[in-house]
Structure formats: structure tokens, C-alpha cells
């Protein structure tokens, strides 16, 4: 068995999502959501990222995160903004030696519900199906176990382990 995390960056919200994986069966763990206070600087923002998903990954111990891509906006100043909120989702598990990987938004739909361009509320549906239990009471908390749950169905033996922020063989 081993455990997982999803992770589905955002400056404001960042949601996170825990499954245990055994062999097919999938099993919910936690969920939620780290904010960020939109009325502080983005540096104090970005340490507010950092420091809870450090502590849930402290907490619930996953040997693996995925991650999901950032699509690009019209808004060049959201998208570097939420580029840098997805720089602390990666760093964070990097940091604590997980291996990462990351995925598509259109791969994790299409993973969790069938379809590349599903609506939100059909990803939050699925995921209450697959992982009996499970609360995902916000669309944050949903899209990041979907993320967890398309790495469970994608995932191989790992080629790497990030430790102490090195790749080694």
C-alpha cells in the first residue's frame, strides 16, 4: 500500500486531497483546503502555502504527490501569480522527498470522470463515488483528490526519489 496526495495549486485556495492505493482499490484518507489571506503581500501568502501543506504533509506521511498543471490565462499577471502558488506545491513535497508528478487538468477529468472536459460538479460527484467517504466539501478539495486518483490509475515504478532537494538514480 502506499499513499498519495493531490495537490490543486491556488493563490487564494490550494486544495489538497489523501488516498491510501492498493493494487486498484483506493482508499479516502483527508481532504481540504490551505488558504492564503488576500489582504497580506504575495510573499506572506506564499509562506501561508508553504506552511500548510508542510504540516498536512507531516501529518499524513504520503510517499508520493501529484500535482496538477497550470492552464495559462488571458491575464498575465493571474497566471504568473498562480505560477508561483504552484511553485510551493512543488517545492513543499520536494522538500520533504517525495517523488512528484504532474498532470494535465484534461488527463485528471478525463482519469476520475471519463471525459477531458468534464464540469466540476461532475468531478466532485465522481470522486465522492470512487472514494466512499469521502466529504470533498469544497471544488478545491475535489480536484485535488481527482489528482490523487489519476495518479493511482498512472503511476509506475518510480525512475527517481527527490531527497534533500537532489535527484539521485
Known amino acids: 500500500m502506499i499513499r498519495l496526495i493531490g495537490i490543486d495549486p491556488g493563490l487564494r485556495n490550494t486544495g489538497w486531497g489523501v488516498i491510501d492505493c492498493d493494487g486498484n482499490r483506493l482508499t479516502y484518507v483527508a481532504d481540504g483546503v490551505v488558504r492564503s489571506k488576500s489582504s497580506l503581500p504575495l510573499a506572506a501568502r506564499l509562506s501561508q502555502l508553504y506552511d500548510g501543506l508542510a504540516e498536512i504533509i507531516e501529518t499524513h506521511a504520503p510517499a508520493e504527490a501529484a500535482i496538477e498543471e497550470t492552464f495559462v490565462n488571458v491575464n498575465a499577471v493571474s497566471t504568473l501569480k498562480l505560477g508561483q502558488a504552484r511553485g510551493i506545491a512543488l517545492l513543499v513535497p520536494a522538500r520533504f522527498g517525495l517523488i512528484i508528478e504532474e498532470y494535465p487538468p484534461n488527463v ?7 471525459a477531458g472536459h468534464a464540469a466540476k460538479q461532475q468531478v466532485q460527484m465522481m470522486v465522492r463515488t ?10 478545491d478539495a475535489a480536484d485535488a483528490l481527482a489528482v490523487a486518483i489519476c495518479h493511482a490509475h498512472h503511476r509506475t515504478a518510480p525512475a527517481y526519489k527527490l531527497a534533500a532537494g537532489e535527484a539521485t538514480a
Not at 470512487?130 to 471544488?139: D, I, Q, R, T, Y
Request: hydrophobic share 45%.
Open 108 to 114: 485528471v477529468k478525463k482519469s476520475v470522470v471519463g
Open 130 to 139: 470512487l472514494l466512499p467517504g469521502c466529504l470533498a466539501a469544497s471544488n
